[in-house]
């Protein structure tokens, strides 16, 4: 079994690229069926967020593995097969635990130490396990990411002034405005995304009008950041888009929900955040109406990574330590030199008892041989359903207990916990 992850992000696709390969759950359902009927894909999972697609991966044979991936994308998003294998980051056993612990632990965001991530992972990890698409081999290493993920948080100052997108987003338009003290901001979504948009803009001192599809989700959102935000429906966005000047969209359309037939002339100047991807705003900047999306604020996303560089370097180290635990972990979970152990142990006691019966005279020296058959018998018979229900519990969680407890019940020690059967770049 190995480690597969084939990473698009925003370190190797452009925004056009992503918004095509950006999944919704009917898309993510229907691709992760198409990857784990794959016969080299064991399990599966997609996390599809503003910045990136992972698609992470338990395999048999990772080449093929690679191709079945590319396919399946190729599929869903139209794009190339060689286009995704020339942009895909590769990531392969220990370097693929390690990615997905960086991802997780927002290392590898847009904004470093961004506060969503580690929801997002585990609700891709929660809908591939509810589909069936996720089992214990991935479970193990996510287990591992949320646990760094927390440690990362704790032990370090990267995520000390909370951040995101939406973050980023109203500190650059407090840039570009001075300052948003009683400036009107639409906006677009009352998702998570736009949730938090609203929570920045409200710290800033802005007036708030939020535009959702459903008045009363829209409505007990609005209620729970600022009783003075003000809700409008779709409809009235129009009007909206050409009296005020800030918006900023966060829907989950598969759509553009801002398009060119919205857009009147204005004698002032109007700045448009999309932080969505696929993108809400089909619009391009002009005149006096300027539109930023995700991709357009890595220059204050780099600022940011600067000035958490020293706290970075703490986060890796704990990423490292964690990978390097991860595997340390698995070894202890083979069956096949638990079982080797017990067999070893069983058969070293029988023959210390054999030497001290001869040397007693209970067994005569001629008879050494014939009674160590007979002993090699009984105790391999005893061991035989230990074997076997061990042996079937070998993708059950039940093993991870009941390892631990026969190594201390039968003193079994270090020998046990070396996992002769995983080798990071042999075939199984």
């Not at 691709?31 to 048999?60: G, Q, Y």
């Not at 900047?285 to 300027?290: A, E, K, Q, R, Y």
């Not at 600022?303 to 370097?313: F, G, P, S, V």
């Amino acid at each position: 079994m190995h480690y597969l992850v084939a990473s698009f992000s925003h370190k190797n696709c452009d925004i056009a690229t992503r918004e095509k390969m950006a999944f919704d759950d009917s898309a993510k359902q229907a691709t992760l069926a198409k990857l784990t009927a794959d016969h080299n894909i064991n399990e599966a999972i997609i996390l599809s967020t503003c910045n990136r697609v992972e698609i992470i991966t338990s395999v048999k044979d990772c080449p093929l593995a690679e191709v079945a991936i590319f396919k399946a994308l190729e599929d869903h998003s139209d794009l190339d097969f060689k286009e995704l294998e020339t942009r895909a980051d590769l990531f392969e056993n220990e370097g693929a635990v390690h990615h997905i612990l960086s991802v997780t632990s927002a290392l590898d965001s847009i904004v470093i130490g961004e506060t969503q991530i580690a929801g997002q992972v585990k609700e891709a990890m929660k809908f591939a396990a509810d589909n069936g698409f996720c089992g214990q081999k991935l479970t193990r290493v996510m287990q591992y990411a949320f646990k760094c993920a927390a440690e990362v948080r704790n032990k370090t100052e990267i995520a000390r002034k909370p951040t995101s997108v939406a973050s980023v987003a109203v500190d650059k338009a407090k840039k570009l405005l001075g300052s948003l003290e009683n400036i009107t901001a639409i906006v677009v979504g009352a998702g998570e995304m736009g949730t938090l948009a609203c929570k920045y803009l409200k710290a800033n001192n802005a007036k708030i009008v939020i535009v959702g599809r459903n008045r009363e989700k829209t409505s007990k959102i609005a209620a729970e950041i600022c009783e003075q935000i003000d809700i409008a429906s779709f409809d009235e966005l129009p009007y909206l888009l050409n009296t005020h000047p800030l918006v900023f969209s966060a829907t989950s359309a598969t759509h553009h929900i801002i398009t060119e037939d919205m857009v009147k002339p204005c004698d002032f100047n109007r700045f448009w955040f999309d932080i969505s991807v696929p993108r809400d705003i089909g619009v391009d900047s002009s005149g006096n109406l300027t539109v930023t999306t995700v991709d357009d604020l890595k220059d204050i996303a780099q600022t940011n990574m600067l000035q958490r560089a020293d706290e970075a370097k703490i986060a890796y180290t704990i990423v490292g330590k964690y990978t390097v635990d991860f595997f340390k972990w698995i070894n202890t979970l083979s069956v096949d030199p638990l079982i080797k152990s017990l067999r070893d142990k069983a058969e070293k006691s029988c023959e210390v008892e054999l030497a001290k019966a001869i040397k007693k005279g209970f067994v005569a020296k001629e008879q050494e041989e014939a009674v160590k058959i007979l002993l090699h018998s009984a105790f391999k018979k005893f061991l035989h359903e230990p074997t076997v229900n061990l042996k079937a519990l070998s993708n059950s969680p039940k093993l991870e207990s009941m390892a631990d407890d026969l190594q201390y019940l039968f003193g079994l020690g270090e020998e046990a916990t070396v996992l002769e059967s995983y080798k990071p770049n042999k075939q199984q």
